[in-house]
């Protein structure tokens, strides 16, 4: 049987399955580890991802059946960027190459299992997005009825990225935080089980992209790791997976985590910065960076806590600063991602800037999270030069621009 902790109170004795919360002091609660005897390895010659580190995932048995080929995403070196920014090493881990197009589907994958294996028919989530579309194709996949509460205003793109799946779409008005807390509710009395961004299996299922990170860098970890932030699970995810892997002596060094915020919604960063363990929820919140936008991030303080014990780092930077780094991903190294993932560029070039960063710091690993095809509305207001010439002016006009 599965056991939960809290990282404030400790181990629970007993957790409302509806609810990812901790029944003491109301933070996010977490798998405990299992202990396996032998130690944990991974299996490379394994074909899935969730397969390969079967060992540190709380799933009594895989069904491969109810995969849809998530993970193993590449780790690209971008060599004209850390050149640019006089850095030997910076790699992005394209997240855009999972299923639905974001690092969503690691996740997903795993709480569905787990949601088929205990029985249950009704999953849901609540999202502006990525984990909706994430959801609604496994839920599809996994032949379960699927709920997907949608905030009011989300993007005409991802409704329809979502709906293709054929789940019971609901667009809700008012606040983001209250309709989180009211799916919960809702969900337990209705008998759905709502996965949402910081399920525990969720959790446990981002700890992938850390697994292969390490996998991919020879088994070692990076330096810095760069993590766009929204409601936390994400990057904690990441954090317990590099825990896992010191704990069972894997790894030598643990690497800074650098959570990266939108300055029109920050208030993680805004608490980091000032000293604070607790956030406040900022008094207005305006950015184009919708996938991060979180004003009451429910794993928040949880985040503070295991950055601060970790010395992380966690900044902000404006959308001007993400959507620049986003053209750069594109023109420089061929990668089109969300302006929310161009946000760990930004800060990347950020603390080079301040000299936090040197070429000796070591290597930085950019978790880019999901594809800017995804926001194509933005992609209007781009300048693209266009050569506008009659066939018979090819040959000249060609010459001209080399």
């Known amino acids: 049987m599965d056991r939960f902790e809290c990282l404030i109170c400790g181990p629970v004795a007993s957790r409302d399955p509806y609810s990812p919360f901790c029944p003491g002091c109301a933070e996010p ?20 991802a969730l397969e390969r580190f079967a060992d540190f995932l709380p799933l009594d048995g895989i069904d491969p059946g109810l995969s849809l080929g998530e993970g193993m995403t590449p780790l690209v070196r971008l060599g004209r960027t850390g050149a640019a920014m006089g850095l030997a090493a910076v790699y992005a881990k394209n997240e855009a190459q999972n299923p639905t197009g974001s690092f969503k589907d690691r996740g997903t994958a795993v709480a569905v299992q787990k949601a088929v294996s205990l029985g249950i028919k009704r999953i849901g989530t609540v999202s502006t997005g990525n984990m909706a579309a994430s959801t609604a194709a496994y839920g599809a996949r996994a032949g379960l009825e699927t709920f997907v509460l949608l905030k009011e205003g989300t993007a005409v793109t991802s409704l329809k990225a979502a709906g293709i ?6 667009a809700v ?12 509710d809702v969900g337990k009395r209705l008998g759905i089980s709502f996965m949402n961004s910081i399920d525990p299996y969720r959790m446990e299922g981002y700890k992938l992209t850390a ?12 330096r810095f790791l760069f993590v766009p932030l929204s409601s936390g699970g994400h990057l904690l995810g990441l954090m317990r997976a590099f825990e896992d892997l010191e704990r069972e002596k ?7 985590f650098v959570g990266v915020q939108a300055q029109g919604c920050a208030p993680l960063a805004t608490a980091f910065a000032a000293g604070l363990d607790r956030y406040e929820r900022p008094a207005e919140v305006r950015t184009i960076a919708h996938a991060i936008s979180n004003p009451t991030p429910p794993a928040g303080n949880a985040v503070l806590r295991l950055i601060h014990d970790h ?13 620049e780094a986003q053209r750069e991903l594109a023109a420089a190294e061929g990668l089109f991602c969300q302006p929310e993932s161009a946000t760990t560029l930004a800060a990347l070039k950020k603390l080079v800037a301040a000299g936090r960063i040197a070429e000796k710091s070591g290597d930085a690993v950019l978790v880019l999270t999901g594809s800017g095809l995804k926001t194509p509305h933005l992609l209007e207001s781009v300048p693209v030069e266009i050569h506008r010439i009659p066939l018979s002016g090819l040959e000249s006009c060609l010459s001209r621009l080399f």
């Open 29 to 48: 609660l977490f798998l405990v580890p299992a202990a396996r005897s032998g130690g944990k390895i991974i299996h490379e010659d394994r074909p899935l």
């Open 165 to 170: 799946h054929g789940p019971r779409l609901i």
């Open 173 to 184: 008005e008012g606040d983001y935080g209250s309709l989180f807390r009211a799916s919960l």
């Open 211 to 222: 697994f292969e990170i390490y996998l991919q860098m020879g088994r070692r970890s990076p």
């Open 250 to 256: 894997l790894i030598a060094t643990y690497p800074t």
């Open 311 to 323: 010395k992380g780092i966690l900044l902000a930077v404006t959308d001007e600063e993400m959507l």
